[in-house]
C-alpha cells in the first residue's frame, strides 16, 4: 500500500512539472531543456523556507513559487529574444550554470553534500504533514490545483493567443500582439510552477542533492511531455504517468534492477524516436509538435 | 483636398550584401529597392499600388508595418495624432490602428474559424494570464461581446445561414484557399484598424469569390470608416474597387491618379502592362 | 604553474576544436542539431576497449577498426533516424529530440555491454616530457599532434577538392544544390562519415589518456557546442578558434577557482554571446524576416 502510494506521489510530482512544460513547449512551441533546473531552484528555496526561516506550509510553497517565476521572468527575458536553437542553446546553458551553482556553492547549498532532514511542512502552523498518506493527499491537492489552473489558462483568451501564436506568430504580431511579451509570461508562469514540484520533492523526500535537478532530469521532463503529448491537459497526464510507472512495471515483470535501469531509459528513448516519426502528437495530444 | 491618413516621404531601402568574386574579395554589392518614394494615401478611400514583380511593393508594405527597416525617410500615419511608423515594431503600429492582410494568408490553421475571428479582437482584457480566474464574469462578457461582433461581421456581409457562422467550431486549416483569403479579411473588422494594407487581395483566388472581396473592401470603407491600401495584379478589379492609384516602378512613385488615368499612363503601358 | 595550465589548455583546446569541426560538418551543412554526436565520440574508444584490450589486437589496427565501426554507427543514425525525418521535411525541434531518443538508446546501451564504470585502454603510466617545471606528457603531445593532424588535413581537403566545394556549396544553399542535381541525402553520408572520424578520434585520444565511461559524451558535446558558436554558426575556421578559447579559458578558471566551475564559466560565456554577438566572432549578422 506504502508502496503505491509511494508511486501516486511520484506522479503527482510529475503531472506537476510535464503540466507546466507543456504550456511552453505544447503551446508556446519553446522547446525549453532548462526546466529541471526550476524544478531544483523550488526544491532548494522549500528547503530554506522550511528548515532556516521555519515558514509554514503555504507561506512556504507560496515563497518558492514567487522567488523560481522571478528567476524564470529573468531566464526568459535573456533566453526569448533569441529563436530556434539559439533559445534551446540558451535554456540548456542555463540549466547548466544553475546546476554548477547548486554543486559548487557549498556553503549554500552544502553542494554534492545535499541537504538531508528538510522538516515536514505544517498546515497553518497546526497540522504537520508528516508520512505517506498525508503527503499523497498534499500532492494529490496541489496537482488537482495545478491541473484546473492550466486547464483555465489553455482555454482562456491567454491560452488562445499562445496557440495562434504557436500557428502564425507573423500573423498574430501584424494584429498588435506582443510576442515577446506572451512568450515571456507563459515561461514564467511554466517556471513558477515547476516550483510546486520542487516544494513536493523537497518536503515529502526530506532530502535534496543537485544531481536530482541535472540536465538529464530536464531531458526527462520533456520526453515525457513528448510521450503524452502536448497541447492538452490529458497529454502531460498521461506522459507522467508513463515515465513513472514504466520503471516500476520493468521490476514488477521480474528484470533485475541493474538492467531495468537501463532498460528504461532504452524503452524512453525508442518511444521518443517513434513518436517523432510516426505520431508527433504523442500517446494523446492535440497538436503535432 | 481630402484628408491623408498616411503620408511617406523620400523613403529608401536598400539590400546591402558582401559578395565575394574571383578577383576582389570582399565587394559589396548593393540593391537598391526603394529610392526616394514619395506618396499619399487619403483618409476613407480605397488606393491601388500598382506595379511589375521586383519594382518594392510588398518590400514598401513590410517597411509600413514595420517587418523591415527603412534606411530613410519618413511614414507619417494621421490617426487623431501624427505617428512617425519608421523605428517602430509591427505590433506598436498595428496597436496605432495600421492593419494588414497577406499574400499568403497567415490564417490560424490549428484555430477554428470563430476563434480566427476572437484571437483579433482589440480588446485584450483576457489575454492577461490568469484573469479568466480571477475575473471570470468580466471575462465571459467580453468573449461573449467579442463572440456577438463576430457574428455581426459575418451575417453582415453574408446573410445569416451562411457558411463562415455555420462552420464556426471548425478549424481553419480546412478551409480552402479563397475562403482563407476571406477569414483573413474578416479579422480585419474585428481589430477595428483605421488604415489596412491588402497585398493582393485577390491573387490567387477563384473568381467566385471577387464579388464577396469587392463587397468586403466596399464595406471596409463605407460602413466601418477604413482607409484601404492595396498591392493589385488584376487592373478590372483595380478599376471597379479603387478610388486611387498609384505605379511604383524601380522603387519610386511614377504615376498617379485616378485608376483609369495611371493605367492609360503610356510610361505605365510601356514600362508594366505591355500594350 | 600558469605556463603549465595553459599548455594543458591548448590541448584541452585542440580537442575540443577537433570535435566540435566534427559537429560543424554536420551543423552547417545539414542543420541537423546532432545531440547523438555525443555518442560517436563516447563508442570509439569502446571499440577500441574491444579490439584492443579483450581481442588483442595491435594499437594501431584496433584503433582503425575503431574508427571504421564508428563510421557505421554515425551512417546508421542517419539512415535510420535523420534521413527519414529530413524526407518528411521535420523541423528542427522535431530532429533535436529524435537525436535526443539516439543519445538515449545508445549511451544505455553501452552501459548494459560494458558496464557503468570507467575504463582504461591502457595501465603503463605514460612517458612525459619535461622542461624545467613544465610536464608534457606523450599522450597530451599525441592529442594536441593528431587533432592538429585532422584539422589542418580538413582546411586543406575543403580548399582544395572537390568534396571541399560541395560541402560549402551546401552550407550555403541545400535547396539549391538539390536543383542542381547534387545528391543531398547521398553527399550527406559522406559527411556523417568524417564527422564521425572527428568525433572517433577525439574520443579515443582522450580515452587514452583518462580513459572512459557510457557518459563521457555529453559534457564533451557541450563544450563543442559552444566552441561552436563563439566562434560562430557558418564558418569552418571559427569552431577552432572557439574550441582553443574554450580550452584556454577553462586553464585559466581552474587556476583561479577550481575545476568545478567550469561548465559553469562556459556556459556564461556562451549565454554572453548568444545574448550580445549571436553570429558569434567570425559569423555573419542574420537577416531576421
Redesign the interface.
Known amino acids: 500500500m506504502n508502496y503505491l502510494l509511494h508511486i501516486l506521489i511520484m506522479v503527482n510530482i510529475y503531472i506537476i512539472l510535464t503540466v507546466s512544460a507543456n504550456l511552453i513547449v505544447g503551446l508556446a512551441n519553446l522547446l525549453s531543456l532548462g526546466q529541471a533546473a526550476f524544478y531544483g531552484i523550488g526544491a532548494y528555496i522549500t528547503a530554506w523556507a522550511l528548515m532556516t526561516l521555519g515558514l509554514t506550509l503555504f507561506p512556504a510553497l507560496l515563497l518558492s513559487i514567487l522567488i523560481t517565476a522571478s528567476i524564470g521572468f529573468i531566464i526568459g527575458i535573456i533566453s526569448l529574444r533569441l529563436k530556434d536553437d539559439y533559445f534551446i542553446l540558451a535554456t540548456l546553458g542555463f540549466q547548466i550554470i544553475i546546476y554548477t551553482v547548486l554543486y559548487n556553492w557549498i556553503s549554500v547549498t552544502r553542494g554534492p553534500y545535499g541537504i538531508p532532514g528538510i522538516p515536514s511542512p505544517k498546515l497553518f502552523g497546526l497540522v504537520e504533514i508528516d508520512g505517506i498518506l498525508p503527503f499523497f493527499l498534499l500532492s494529490s491537492i496541489l496537482a488537482i490545483a495545478v491541473i484546473v489552473i492550466f486547464r483555465n489558462l489553455i482555454y482562456s483568451p491567454f491560452g488562445r493567443a499562445l496557440k495562434a501564436m504557436r500557428d502564425d506568430s507573423i500573423a498574430l504580431l501584424s494584429l498588435g500582439r506582443n510576442i515577446t511579451k506572451l512568450k515571456t509570461q507563459a515561461f514564467t508562469i511554466a517556471s513558477g510552477f515547476s516550483a510546486v514540484s520542487g516544494f513536493l520533492f523537497a518536503a515529502y523526500i526530506t532530502y535534496i542533492d543537485p544531481t536530482s535537478f541535472n540536465l538529464d532530469e530536464a531531458i526527462f521532463i520533456i520526453s515525457a511531455v513528448m510521450i503524452g503529448g502536448t497541447g492538452n491537459i490529458k497529454g502531460p497526464l498521461i506522459g507522467a504517468a508513463f515515465v513513472v510507472i514504466l520503471p516500476e512495471m520493468l521490476r514488477f515483470v521480474g528484470m533485475p534492477d541493474n538492467i531495468a535501469a537501463n532498460m528504461r531509459m532504452i524503452i524512453y528513448g525508442l518511444i521518443l524516436i517513434v513518436l517523432m516519426m510516426f505520431r508527433r502528437q504523442g500517446l494523446a495530444g492535440d497538436y503535432k509538435f | 483636398m481630402a484628408e491623408t491618413i498616411l503620408h511617406i516621404e523620400n523613403l529608401s531601402k536598400a539590400f546591402v550584401r558582401?559578395i565575394k568574386t574571383a578577383r576582389k574579395k570582399d565587394a559589396i554589392e548593393k540593391i537598391s529597392l526603394l529610392n526616394h518614394l514619395d506618396l499619399t494615401v487619403e483618409k476613407g478611400k480605397i488606393t491601388a499600388l500598382i506595379g511589375g514583380n521586383g519594382s518594392g511593393k510588398t518590400t514598401l508594405f513590410?517597411i509600413i508595418?514595420g517587418?523591415?527597416d527603412a534606411d530613410q525617410g519618413s511614414i507619417k500615419f494621421i490617426n487623431g495624432r501624427i505617428h512617425e511608423l519608421l523605428g517602430k515594431k509591427?505590433?506598436?503600429i498595428?496597436?496605432l490602428g495600421l492593419?494588414?492582410s497577406?499574400q499568403d494568408n497567415?490564417?490560424?490553421?490549428?484555430?477554428s474559424i470563430l476563434?480566427n475571428m476572437?484571437?483579433?479582437g482589440?480588446e485584450?482584457?483576457?489575454?492577461?494570464?490568469?484573469?479568466?480566474?480571477f475575473s471570470p464574469g468580466r471575462?465571459r462578457k467580453i468573449?461573449k461581446q467579442k463572440t456577438e461582433r463576430a457574428k455581426t461581421i459575418i451575417e453582415n456581409i453574408f446573410g445569416s445561414g451562411n457558411y463562415f457562422w455555420q462552420h464556426k467550431a471548425e478549424k481553419a486549416k480546412n478551409l480552402s484557399h479563397g475562403q482563407r483569403r476571406i477569414l483573413g479579411l474578416l479579422?480585419i473588422f474585428m481589430?477595428d484598424f483605421k488604415l489596412v494594407l491588402l497585398d493582393e487581395p485577390t491573387t490567387g483566388v477563384n473568381p467566385e469569390f471577387f464579388q464577396s472581396i469587392t463587397d468586403i473592401l466596399n464595406r471596409m470603407v463605407n460602413e466601418n470608416k477604413m482607409s484601404v491600401f492595396l498591392i493589385e495584379h488584376n487592373m478590372g478589379f483595380v478599376k471597379q474597387v479603387a478610388h486611387n492609384c498609384h505605379f511604383i516602378h524601380d522603387g519610386c512613385i511614377r504615376a498617379s491618379g485616378t485608376p483609369a488615368e495611371v493605367i492609360d499612363n503610356p510610361l505605365v503601358r510601356n514600362t508594366y502592362l505591355g500594350f | 604553474m600558469l605556463l603549465q595550465l595553459l599548455i594543458n589548455g591548448i590541448v584541452n583546446g585542440a580537442i575540443y576544436a577537433l570535435v566540435a569541426l566534427g559537429f560543424a560538418i554536420v551543423y552547417n551543412t545539414t542543420r541537423i542539431f546532432h545531440i547523438a554526436y555525443a555518442v560517436i565520440y563516447m563508442v570509439a574508444p569502446y571499440f577500441v576497449y574491444t579490439f584492443f584490450d579483450k581481442l588483442g589486437f595491435n594499437i594501431w589496427i584496433s584503433a582503425i577498426l575503431a574508427i571504421i565501426l564508428t563510421i557505421v554507427v554515425s551512417l546508421v543514425m542517419e539512415l535510420i533516424v535523420y534521413k527519414p525525418l529530413s524526407k518528411k521535411n521535420s523541423s528542427g525541434n522535431v530532429i533535436m529530440i529524435s537525436s535526443i531518443g539516439l543519445m538515449i538508446i545508445a549511451i544505455n546501451l553501452v552501459a548494459l555491454f560494458y558496464g557503468n564504470d570507467t575504463k582504461i585502454l591502457h595501465r603503463d603510466i605514460s612517458d612525459s616530457i619535461r622542461f624545467g617545471q613544465l610536464i608534457i606528457t606523450y599522450s597530451q603531445l599525441l592529442q594536441f599532434g593528431g587533432s592538429l593532424l585532422l584539422i589542418t588535413g580538413f582546411i586543406f581537403f575543403l580548399k582544395f577538392s572537390k568534396f571541399g566545394i560541395k560541402t560549402r556549396a551546401m552550407r550555403d544553399d541545400e535547396p539549391l544544390c538539390r536543383v542542381f542535381a547534387l545528391d543531398t541525402f547521398r553527399f550527406r553520408n559522406y559527411l556523417f562519415a568524417l564527422s564521425a572520424v572527428f568525433a572517433g578520434t577525439g574520443g579515443i585520444l582522450v580515452a587514452w589518456d583518462v580513459g572512459m565511461d557510457p557518459y563521457v559524451g555529453m559534457p564533451m558535446l557541450l563544450n563543442a557546442i559552444v566552441a561552436l558558436i563563439i566562434g560562430g554558426v557558418g564558418k569552418f575556421h571559427a569552431p577552432i578558434v572557439g574550441g582553443f578559447i574554450i580550452g584556454i579559458l577553462q586553464s585559466v578558471v581552474i587556476w583561479k577557482f577550481s575545476a568545478n566551475w567550469m561548465e559553469g564559466v562556459t556556459f556564461t560565456l556562451l549565454i554572453l554571446f548568444l545574448v550580445f554577438r549571436p553570429q558569434g566572432l567570425f559569423g555573419e549578422k542574420q537577416r531576421l524576416v
Open positions: 558582401s513590410n508595418n517587418f523591415l509591427p505590433d506598436t498595428a496597436r492593419g494588414r497577406f497567415h490564417i490560424f490553421d490549428e484555430l476563434e476572437l484571437v483579433a482589440k485584450t482584457f483576457g489575454e492577461t494570464p490568469f484573469v479568466s480566474l471575462n468573449e479579422r481589430a
